[in-house]
């Protein structure tokens, strides 16, 4: 039943994406990989075809004198969210061509060269977008050949390890996807080299790197490489390519390096930004007259809390500090003010990724508008606080609180049918559902939700 339903909600959603671009609003939605692919198996082998194939992460061959060598695919570009490679070997970067040479022993002793094209950006499915990220070729050499091969020369040589990943796309232009499309997949690849591994960044948007500094300074100690625009050929000895996408702001337990998960993300986000309260408040814990901190997070252009300072009110009058603010973009400055609260409000949007800078504990309350969020509202923040060990509540608002009711009558399919208005179509959805949409509270039936709040702060 449940999966039925899901796989309606996500079959509806699917088609949605890709109209969205120029849109501070936010979508997320990748079909989920729903089956196991067929699995080759291949040994050492002579036949050249077997480039894209996927093959078990790792298998050993036998050579005749009995020694076992480890082989390791380079690119794996058969995931439907993402391409990736992982080389180690000889490996020359040229960036303004785009091309990466290996000379390499991990597949073992193939015969000739093997070639992918790889968009570091893990949204492959949206090709809207993809559109606008560079690709790279990403070209091996067994180190048999490597004598009969022209790889170009080193122009610098690097000791660490690096990692190439594009930050255009939708990551430059919404904070939910910067975290979820490369913050986070960027931890899970470069957490391992602890500091020691280079990025080399494509679509670089100085902005982007500038906002998000502090979080890229604890997984490089070095400074970010423009590779673009680079006419010397970088060398390094080991290559990660893309970005591994799992779920929406988690991290896949199987394939993280060093079995790294979402606590050790919100670790080093504490770290980055020096964020001092680890957990959130307990009522009734101590002596002390300490009251619960409750940010509002309002929105200014669409979504609004029409009636924000009477919530402020009903949540002073129950004992809460109210901190009423817009997402700032100084995260320095906004990762604090969020990190000081313990509980906070907003309704479904962007925003809301500044959740990773509250303490453990602490309860996520995701306002949902009219027109069917349930399942966009879970995947996006729902799922993913929990895995934050955050404590989540839902407040689906009526429709005598939303401003669709003065556009359309109650019984209308906007309300009764959001499906026959947007039919799957994201600009259509963001238009009547997010755009034009704004709350009002009615506060005597909200008082429940800050009544449950005030009891889950007892645990
Ligand atoms: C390649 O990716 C697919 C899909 O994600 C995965 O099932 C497979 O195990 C991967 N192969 C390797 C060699 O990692
Ligand atoms: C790889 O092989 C192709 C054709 O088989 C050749 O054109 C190309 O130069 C080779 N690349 C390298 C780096 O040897
Ligand atoms: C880089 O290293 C290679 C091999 O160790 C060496 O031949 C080459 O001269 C070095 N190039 C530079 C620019 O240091
Ligand atoms: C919200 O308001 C501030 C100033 O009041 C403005 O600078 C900002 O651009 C507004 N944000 C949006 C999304 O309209
Ligand atoms: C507000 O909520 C209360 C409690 O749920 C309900 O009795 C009342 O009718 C609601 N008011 C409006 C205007 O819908």
């Known amino acids: 039943m449940f999966s039925k339903s899901f796989n309606r909600y996500e079959h509806r959603y699917w088609s949605i994406i890709g109209f969205f671009i120029f849109s501070l609003a936010f979508f997320i939605l990748l079909k989920p990989y729903l089956g196991p692919l067929p699995i080759l198996n291949l040994k050492l082998s002579m036949n050249t075809d077997i480039t894209v194939q996927p093959i078990e992460n790792t298998n050993t061959s036998h050579i005749s004198s009995g020694e076992v060598i480890e082989t390791k695919q380079i690119c794996n570009v058969s995931d439907p969210k993402f391409d990736f490679c992982d080389v180690e070997g000889d490996i020359r970067v040229h960036g303004k061509s785009s091309t990466i040479f290996a000379a390499t ?13 790889v968009k570091p950006y893990p949204r492959k499915k949206d090709q809207f977008m993809m559109g606008m990220i560079k690709e790279f070729s990403v070209n091996a050499i067994s180190r048999r050949e490597e004598a009969a091969a022209t790889p170009p020369p080193c122009g610098i040589n690097h000791s660490v390890p690096a990692v190439v990943f594009s930050v255009g796309g939708y990551a430059a232009i919404n904070h939910w996807h910067a975290f979820t499309d490369i913050l986070i997949p960027l931890f899970a690849a470069s957490a391992q080299f602890q500091g020691e591994v280079k990025f080399l960044v494509t679509n670089l948007e100085e902005f982007w790197i500038m906002k998000y500094e502090a979080i890229l300074e604890q997984l490089s100690r070095y400074e970010i490489i423009n590779i673009d625009t680079e006419d010397q050929v970088h060398c390094f000895p080991h290559l990660i390519v893309g970005l591994q996408h799992y779920k929406e702001l988690r991290i896949d337990p199987l394939t993280a390096s060093k079995g790294y998960s979402m606590k050790e993300f919100r670790k080093l986000i504490r770290n980055a930004y020096s964020l ?18 409750l940010l509002i997070l309002t929105r200014n252009a669409s979504r609004r809390f029409l009636n924000v300072n009477e919530i402020a009110e009903l949540a002073k009058s129950m004992g809460f500090e109210v901190v009423i603010t817009e997402a700032l973009t100084n995260l320095d400055k ?11 409000i907003g309704i479904h ?21 009219c027109g069917g969020f349930e399942w966009l509202a879970s995947n996006c ?33 906007v309300f009764k049918d959001p499906h026959s208005i947007h039919k799957d179509d994201w600009g259509m959805f963001k238009s009547v559902y997010l755009d034009k949409q704004d709350v009002k509270f009615n506060v005597s039936r909200f008082k429940d939700t800050f009544l449950e709040v005030l009891e889950l702060l007892h645990h």
């Open 105 to 117: 022993s991990q597949m073992g002793d193939f015969v000739g060269n093997k070639s992918w094209n």
């Open 276 to 293: 001092k309260k680890l957990t959130a408040i307990k009522i009734g814990n101590s002596n002390s007259q300490e009251k619960p901190r």
């Open 334 to 344: 906004f990762s604090n003010i969020v990190n000081s609260c313990d509980v906070m």
């Open 349 to 369: 949007g962007a925003g809301l990724t500044n959740f990773v800078f509250l303490p453990n504990n602490a309860i996520l309350i995701q306002v949902l508008p």
């Open 381 to 413: 923040f729902g799922d993913p606080a929990l895995d934050m060990e955050l404590r989540y509540m839902e407040y689906k608002i009526k429709e005598e609180e939303s401003t669709l009711l003065e556009q359309y009558p109650l019984d209308h399919p």
